[in-house]
């Protein structure tokens, strides 16, 4: 049968799957309506197809298999309808001006003649034709989602691709939808290659070959951190994507290898006598590295500063005797033109920062303390008693019209930088580094601090370790311990782990405790107990403070199963808090929450202690917060960030939130919680590894609890496996010193 109603409200909505429960107003009375939509506003009349169900818990409900937006015909509705959000740009106020000035006609004029609403007072031309783009954006969305729907692609993907590809969407799939591959984060080449087939493409397409090929050179520094391959494990790896005839393939491979370097996507070069195919960009970004490195610590630096008096001065303020380790970083990096300070915890890094800032400030103007993350940064600031900000803050995202953001500092706008310094180095990959590198001036000092035994970044390369084991960048190495107290652990068994030895596991010190768990499951409570009742009560906080560290996101103990449980524990549903359900999870009011892709455009503001608001953009890979507010009507997400930055979600933004009670520990990188619980799990040699552990207990600045049984703790320990990353930047160093050296001399 079919009704039809006006939208008053809606009760719940799957972004990810379409799933929809909405109260209309049918025939004067409520009706609840369940069933799968592309989208849905309130204030829209709506024709449905369906039935009447029972509902064992709700009653009666109308259940549809099809919901189409019906424009609405009455003063009333249309004015409902304009307010809802739908359009862009018009809120309660402005629909009711339209409405007053046009009437029924007011939908019409949107569409055909949007320049005059400019006859409204408070709407100017441009503003006019901004509103008639959004509605007429509003009903494209429709078209592209339905077509896009038919080959499983799921609502919220529909929507990114329909923003980079706009009304060209269904042309560009219909013709080569492994473009979706190259063009559009979340879209790899197995789902691209279905929707090919579907179409009837050959599986010898150039096109296919062209994506099977880039498809793995992103994988592989996606998943590994690579930023080449050598050709044989490239086609090693095609083939075993395509399983198309060897033959046909090699000649295939080799003509679109051919393509893709005329065009400038590849680049093909021998290293280490082998050949080895990069994407460009990868080429690019370490050559940069390598050469701007260089060229700084060629550069011409005056340090007018007695450093000496500098340190004692310092000394004499903290009423403290720096170790001679101490001064000597601190009297090269003061010298120096390019730094690395690399130590473990406790090792004085952080001392080491304050007395550089400090005898700076006496020769220099201007200073930039930097870190990779918000929560790093926010430590840093602290730590230093200096204002700290994140590479991407300090850069400045900037747009153009239709175009990537790009940062506003670059190799044609430099940063006013005397002194640069890096922490938490280890974190950082070759494409936000080369970017910071570029953006400084060849008379900038820069100093890279860092414990080269964390795990790599996230993302492609491994810098830090490339820069320390290439020889050609001077390198302090910290060794001695100085931050440790007689009855703590942390820092003393981070050592050992990082030095293949047994930690101890006595439970007799404050900070590092051992739950001997001998099963998964019994992990597992154990774990959930610890969160929830006993370490909120052994220290005093909420159980969001506390942070579950582990190694994988399934299993028993891993993130996914832990985050699910938890989050019904900490944070339950409840009638007075919203949520939004995903095809596999929920985010709800109240959530512990963390942002797992860059997001370079999203909005946000921080309200300072001295009441002045600063805005910025951009919310990235690993920044932690909570969910304030969840609106319904206006499909927005508030989140506020442990740095004190709050940032609006749109309805397709928000799914790049996860609820984070649990996280993985490359997630943790660059981090630090007052409690860390890890559940030591056994698994993959090449997973579970020695410098996984070491990362995760560094993370903890007053608690760590191991669970798990011994075994599984010696297991890691005593594997000092490191997945081999293959970068250029070591040898690239090498070559650009030595360049420089035949150039100049020594």
Not at 243 to 263: G, H, V
Request: with cysteine.
């Amino acid at each position: 049968m079919i009704i039809c109603g006006n939208v008053e409200d809606i009760i719940f909505r799957n972004e990810d799957n379409g799933y929809t429960v909405i109260n209309i107003d049918y025939e004067g009375k409520l009706l609840t309506c369940v069933g799968k939509s592309i989208a849905v506003n309130i204030g829209e009349d709506v024709e449905l197809e369906g039935d009447y169900v029972n509902n064992s818990k709700f009653g009666k409900q109308f259940a549809f298999t099809r919901l189409t937006a019906i424009e609405p015909k009455t003063i009333e509705g249309i004015k409902k309808y304009l307010s809802s959000g739908l359009i862009k740009g018009v809120g309660e106020s402005t629909a009711e001006k339209i409405v007053d000035k046009f009437g029924k006609d007011s939908l019409d004029i949107i569409n055909f003649s949007p320049v005059r609403l400019s006859e409204i007072s408070g709407i100017s031309t441009k503003r006019a034709l901004q509103i008639g783009e959004s509605f007429s954006q509003a009903r494209n969305v429709q078209n592209v989602v339905m077509f896009l729907q038919q080959y499983n692609i799921t609502i919220n993907l529909a929507l990114k691709i329909f923003n980079v590809y706009k009304d060209k969407t269904i042309s560009i799939v219909s013709n080569n939808p492994y473009k979706l591959v190259e063009d559009i984060d979340g879209i790899g080449f197995l789902s691209a290659d279905k929707i090919a087939i579907s179409m009837g493409l050959s599986e010898t397409s150039d096109f296919r070959v062209r994506a099977g090929i880039l498809h793995i050179l992103k994988d592989s520094s996606e998943k590994y951190g690579h930023t080449y391959l050598t050709k044989d494990e490239l086609y090693s790896q095609v083939f075993e994507l395509l399983k198309i005839d060897e033959i046909t393939l090699q000649n295939l491979f080799e003509q679109e290898l051919e393509k893709l370097q005329i065009e400038s996507s590849i680049k093909i070069f021998e290293y280490k006598d082998k050949l080895c195919v990069c994407s460009k960009s990868f080429y690019y970004m370490e050559s940069t590295i390598a050469g701007k490195l260089i060229l700084l610590d060629l550069s011409e630096v005056d340090v007018n500063v007695d450093v000496d008096e500098e340190i004692r001065e310092y000394e004499r303020i903290n009423k403290m005797v720096l170790h001679p380790t101490q001064i000597e970083a601190i009297s090269r990096a003061v010298k120096g033109k390019v730094t690395v300070i690399t130590g473990g915890p406790g090792t004085g890094k952080t001392t080491i920062v304050k007395c550089i800032l400090q005898a700076c400030k006496n020769y220099t103007n201007k200073i930039y303390l930097l870190a990779p993350t918000g929560r790093a940064s926010k430590r840093l600031s602290e730590a230093c008693n200096y204002e700290a900000s994140t590479i991407h803050r300090a850069l400045e995202v900037t747009f153009k019209e239709n175009e990537r953001p790009v940062f506003k500092y670059n190799e044609k706008n430099k940063l006013v930088a005397d002194v640069v310094i890096v922490d938490e180095m280890s974190m950082v990959d070759v494409n936000l580094f080369s970017c910071l590198l570029r953006a400084l001036p060849n008379t900038c000092k820069l100093i890279l601090v860092g414990d080269k035994d964390q795990l790599p970044s996230v993302g492609a390369g491994n810098v830090l370790k490339d820069i320390i084991e290439s020889k050609v960048i001077d390198c302090v190495k910290l060794s001695h311990i100085y931050r440790q107290d007689d009855k703590s652990l942390i820092v003393t068994n981070a050592h050992l782990i990082n030095e293949g030895k047994m930690p101890e596991l006595t439970n007799k010190s404050t900070d590092f405790f051992y739950e001997n768990k001998d099963t998964p499951e019994n992990m597992f409570d154990c774990v959930v107990q610890l969160i929830t009742k006993r370490l909120p009560k052994f220290i005093n906080c909420e159980p969001q403070d506390i942070q579950v560290l582990c190694a994988m996101r399934s299993g028993a103990c891993g993130v996914e199963s832990l985050n699910k449980t938890l989050q019904e524990l900490i944070n339950p549903p409840s009638f007075k808090k919203r949520e939004i359900q995903f095809e596999n999870r929920v985010l709800r009011e109240g959530d512990k929450v963390m942002q797992i892709v860059n997001n370079y455009d999203l909005k946000w503001n921080r309200v300072h202690d001295d009441g002045r608001v600063e805005e910025g953009t951009g919310v990235f890979n690993g920044d932690m917060g909570k969910i304030l507010r969840i609106d319904y009507q206006t499909n927005e997400t508030l989140v506020w960030f442990d740095d004190d930055r709050m940032a609006t979600y749109s309805k397709m933004e928000v799914s790049e939130l996860f609820i984070c009670y649990a996280t993985t520990i490359h997630k943790s990188q660059g981090s630090e919680f007052d409690a860390v619980v890890i559940p030591v799990v056994s698994g993959s040699p090449q997973i579970i590894t020695r410098n996984l552990l070491y990362t995760a207990v560094t993370r903890a600045k007053k608690l760590v609890v191991l669970v798990g049984p011994k075994k599984n703790i010696a297991r890691m320990v005593y594997n000092n496996y490191t997945t081999k990353r293959y970068t250029m930047l070591e040898e690239l160093l090498r070559l650009q010193k030595q360049k420089a050296m035949d150039m100049y001399g020594e």
